[in-house]
């Protein structure tokens, strides 16, 4: 089995910045690509951004130039840094990992202010 543990969100003024953790323990051996989804209310889940093994990155156009997503193989992390965030930006976050299937956190609440 494989556990995710997310960190970092909060409420935040627009403009302002977070930045989402999350840790993945467990029954570990290789992991394929981690990722970041959200959901905002009355919405379909998206992708925000993934990141593989070795370093390849997808981002929503929407969040292009103001997100960056990085991983510490070394520590099974992935980390969403997020930047001029909008109102429109305000969603609960879902950190995602693939190994031999995905796994999903429960989500962590990201509010922005406008």
């Known amino acids: 089995q494989v556990q995710l543990v997310e960190s970092g969100g909060g409420l935040v003024q627009a403009g302002g910045s977070l930045r989402l953790s999350c840790a993945a323990s467990?029954?570990?051996?290789?992991?394929?690509?981690m990722g970041w989804y959200r959901q905002a209310p009355g919405n379909e889940r998206e992708l925000v951004a993934r990141?593989?093994?070795?370093?390849?990155?997808n981002y929503a156009d929407s969040v292009k130039g103001r997100f960056t997503i990085s991983r510490n193989n070394a520590k099974n992390t992935v980390y969403l840094q997020m930047n001029s965030l909008k109102p429109e930006d305000t969603a609960v976050y879902y950190c995602?990992?693939?190994?031999?299937?995905?796994?999903w956190g429960k989500g962590t609440l990201v509010t922005v202010s406008s």
């Open positions: 995602i990992v693939f190994i031999s299937r995905d796994y």
């Open positions: 467990g029954s570990i051996f290789s992991i394929n690509f």
């Open positions: 990141i593989t093994s070795d370093g390849n990155t």
